[in-house]
């Protein structure tokens, strides 16, 4: 779809996506690109969703760090951001040689398969954090955040399996996906996928993005912490289905 010859239905469309999105990922830290990647590829092809996403999600990632004032933790994201930096250009080639509907096939897959063992896993077992793990999860994360712009799966499961609180996972989420997010959006600058088009259209999108923001952080504390982790997982699961169905749905019909 040519982005300067929207229909009013379609803008109208995206600005609902776009505020629902925000209030997720202001109340959890995470799932705007879970939420809209999925219904934006509708419209677009992948390149053009994710450097229209990827801004949009950066400006949510530096609210929910600073507007409650809570102290960053980027000293506990050290190595998944390190790690994560380095997926980056991998994002990118996947996302410049690589069918996108088989590769949302794949994704969706992966993510839907972790979010099951985490479901089923026993209440006592708690997963321990490690080095190694953080290098496969961050570098996982950089790979998708610039190949899909899916960038939070991995990290959102991993830290539920650990059972992290709600105060703590939010900020873990938030300062790892803006690293993630700002050098990502760089990369992207570099490879010439951003252009004034989209920019345009994050402009016209910014207002919903803001106020789903400000009605995101009077929700997050009546949130308790049961009802956090059931909600991140379902959000994971509902963005796999979403991912996989219509990845499906076109792969077949091209074939």
């Avoid at 509708?42 to 609210?63: D, S």
């Avoid at 991998?90 to 949302?104: A, N, Q, R, T």
Wanted: positive net charge; hydrophobic residues 60%.
């Amino acid at each position: 779809m040519n982005i300067n010859d929207l229909p009013l239905s379609v803008l109208i469309f995206f600005l609902s996506v776009v505020f629902i999105s925000s209030i997720i990922k202001g109340t959890t830290a995470f799932g705007f690109n879970l939420i809209a990647t999925p219904l934006m590829l509708l419209f677009f092809e992948p390149q053009q969703a994710v450097v229209i996403l990827l801004p949009l999600t950066t400006i949510v990632n530096i609210g929910v760090i600073f507007w409650n004032r809570e102290r960053p933790v980027f000293n506990k994201v050290l190595i998944l951001g390190l790690s994560g930096l380095v997926g980056i250009p991998v994002g990118i080639f996947v996302l410049l040689h690589s069918d996108p509907d088989i590769l949302k096939i794949l994704i969706g897959i992966i993510i839907l398969f972790f979010a099951s063992i985490i479901v089923l896993l026993p209440k006592n077992i708690k997963i321990k954090r490690g080095i190694f793990k953080d290098v496969i999860v961050g570098f996982a994360s950089g790979v998708l955040v610039t190949s899909t712009s899916l960038s939070g799966p991995l990290i959102i499961l991993y830290l539920t399996a650990m059972k992290i609180p709600k105060v703590e996972f939010r900020r873990i989420v938030a300062c790892f996906l803006l690293i993630l997010h700002i050098f990502g959006l760089i990369a992207l600058l570099s490879a010439g996928t951003v252009t004034q088009n989209t920019m345009i259209l994050d402009l016209k999108l910014l207002p919903a993005l803001i106020a789903g923001f400000l009605i995101s952080m009077k929700l997050v504390n009546f949130i308790n912490e049961n009802f956090f982790r059931l909600l991140a997982l379902g959000i994971v699961i509902l963005a796999a289905i979403s991912a996989i169905v219509p990845s499906v749905i076109n792969f077949a019909y091209k074939n």
